[in-house]
């Protein structure tokens, strides 16, 4: 718009200077074909090209000389593709001197490189904002990460807890019980009545059902991880409006990490799918194989965005690329009807 305004102003003084020096003249022809090559040379980007166009007015400058009227229009695009070089047009006005051209030729030079150097200012700052919103963007996927991690460190931390007591009733009660289990033994062997050594037959069985019942307990502290499958079916049955298909064989133990990353990556596409596309259908496919785990996500959406998708790679799209890089595994996803995801994970 600036660059617009400034063409305006020294086009009304070119047409003021032309009617001036000679107002019998066809004003108009001059006036067009000198509006046609200030366009000409806006919209071609070739300096080749450009160089051409301003012989040719050069020339037909020669063959016309009221076409000094218009020499600033042209100085001022020139300066803007050339610089000072724009300097060596500014001799073709004293063919014919005149105190408002040469004015204001200095004028539509000043323009120029006060709009050129507008321009530089502006073509800093949109690098300056680029860099600033992939550095906004790498910032995001760092405070994800990071709330990922410390998801992952809470988790661990009460796994950790849950062992330390377990390993606690196990030193303790589970030694107290068994003491007892073999007291009530000896009771049994130095007692002679019979009555006494029923009630201490049944004492023993409780003591021992007892004994195993803590035993499965403190097993079952012991070996507590994240449920995966039904970490899954959870997050399943919360989407809304979407059937949901989902096929689990995994039967290999999996440690907590992979698994958290296996269910972050779950949660990731169904967000994907609940916000991005119109989906009626999602099938999630977890499979083991026998070097390396497979997680497959399709949905039948139609809605889906491939070009931005594919421009912007977002953070979840990245997180995932990064999870398939920690296993040495790999990530695809396409666009055949409807948005799916294939992850694998090498084992080992």
Request: charged share 25%; aromatic share 10%.
């Amino acid at each position: 718009m600036q660059r617009f305004w400034e063409k305006f102003i020294i086009i009304l003084f070119c047409l003021y200077d032309a009617f001036k020096t000679n107002p019998n003249g066809n004003l108009v022809i001059y006036f067009l074909i000198s509006l046609a090559i200030s366009l000409a040379l806006d919209l071609l980007d070739n300096k080749k090209t450009k160089i051409i166009i301003y012989s040719l007015f050069v020339i037909i400058y020669f063959s016309y000389p009221l076409f000094v009227s218009y020499l600033p229009l042209i100085l001022y695009n020139m300066y803007l593709d050339f610089k000072i070089y724009s300097l060596l047009l500014v001799p073709l006005i004293l063919i014919k001197p005149s105190i408002i051209n040469l004015l204001l030729s200095i004028l539509a030079i000043y323009l120029s490189a006060r709009t050129k150097k507008y321009n530089l200012i502006l073509e800093e700052n949109k690098i300056v904002r680029d860099e600033l919103k992939e550095d906004t963007f790498y910032l995001e996927k760092y405070n994800k990460q990071l709330k990922i991690d410390k998801e992952k460190n809470i988790h661990i931390a009460i796994l950790t807890e849950r062992n330390r007591i377990a390993r606690e009733l196990h030193d303790s009660i589970g030694h107290a019980i068994s003491s007892s289990i073999l007291q009530v033994e000896a009771l049994k062997i130095i007692s002679n009545e019979e009555k006494v050594v029923e009630n201490l037959d049944i004492l023993q069985e409780t003591l021992k059902n007892g004994m195993n019942d803590i035993r499965k307990s403190i097993h079952n502290l012991y070996n507590e991880s994240l449920d995966l499958e039904n970490q899954i079916e959870k997050l399943c049955n919360e989407i809304p409006n979407i059937k949901v298909d989902l096929v689990y064989k995994i039967e290999d133990k999996l440690d907590y990490d992979i698994k958290f990353d296996i269910l972050s990556v779950i949660k990731e596409s169904i967000t994907n799918c609940t916000k991005h596309s119109n989906a009626t259908k999602l099938k999630i496919s977890l499979i083991s194989q026998p070097r390396f785990h497979s997680i497959i996500i399709k949905d039948n959406g139609s809605n889906f965005d491939e070009k931005k998708f594919i421009d912007n790679k977002g953070i979840g799209l990245l997180s995932m690329n990064e999870i398939a890089n920690k296993y040495n595994g790999f990530l695809n996803y396409s666009f055949d009807d409807g948005f799916k995801i294939h992850l694998t994970l090498m084992k080992g």
